[in-house]
């Protein structure tokens, strides 16, 4: 593990990174998603497409990097902008986001984007989840905001104040038009029974990138973890059509 100190918004950004296949030609960077680290994308990939060096990045607030200040996902894509320039990885050949990770992935605007199980496209919530931010805000308003934890959603509980201000700015961030806008080669790959990030996400997101390729796999929001060569092979493929 390696850190990299860096400078946005007048704060300091630690950055926790690994490096694996340094002396490889070709570079393959890897964001994870929201509540995760980089330790669950090497634990994926970290023995498959050997002939590329593999980036591992904990985004700012999560593992051992640090956020000092609460983003949006845009403020996300200007750290990692300043950090893979740090690495000399800023022709970006390939970057591979999950969930979160895709959508700081496709505002980088990679030769090759591959988003597994990508967040960014947001539908109507159900009758029961609008009931309970209807709830909340009353409550709120009403001066008992300290019964917060009954109402906050599950990927939100354990956060301190900057990541709960983090997460309230990126989870209902709609990227329809910035997958619209794209404009590179995509390559997405999906589980079939993910909840989470539903595969009628992914077919919008193959409808918005003009250039783009879906492949439904076996699993759940995180089918890569039990079929990471699989998903190996496809994003190998693609970056050699690409190259071509």
């Not at 393959?28 to 590329?52: C, P, Y």
């Not at 909340?136 to 709960?164: C, H, I, P, T």
Request: charged share 25%.
């Amino acid at each position: 593990m390696a850190i990299k100190t860096l400078q946005y918004a007048q704060q300091t950004f630690s950055v926790s990174y690994e490096i694996v296949n340094p002396g490889a030609k070709h570079t393959i960077v890897f964001l994870h998603g929201w509540g995760s680290n980089k330790e669950l994308m090497k634990q994926a990939f970290g023995r498959t497409l050997d002939t590329f060096r593999h980036v591992y990045i904990d985004l700012p607030g999560f593992g051992n990097s640090t956020a000092p200040i609460s983003l949006d996902s845009e403020g996300y894509a200007d750290i990692m902008e300043l950090f893979l320039a740090q690495i000399n990885a800023n022709d970006k050949e390939i970057i591979v986001g999950h969930s979160f990770g895709g959508k700081v992935a496709t505002l980088l605007r990679p030769r090759l984007l591959v988003l597994l199980s990508s967040a960014g496209i947001v539908w109507p919530k159900p009758l029961k989840v609008r009931a309970k931010i209807a709830a909340f805000k009353l409550l709120k308003n009403l001066g008992l905001a300290q019964l917060r934890a009954r109402f906050v959603a599950e990927d939100a509980k354990s956060l301190n104040r900057v990541m709960y201000e983090t997460f309230k700015r990126v989870v209902n961030e709609d990227f329809s038009g910035t997958f619209r806008h794209f404009g590179g080669r995509a390559l997405l790959c999906w589980g079939r029974d993910d909840t989470a990030t539903p595969m009628k996400s992914a077919e919008k997101i193959d409808t918005l990138i003009e250039n783009s390729r879906l492949v439904a796999m076996e699993g759940d929001h995180y089918f890569f973890l039990k079929q990471p060569e699989a998903v190996a092979a496809e994003i190998a493929a693609e970056f050699t059509r690409s190259v071509k």
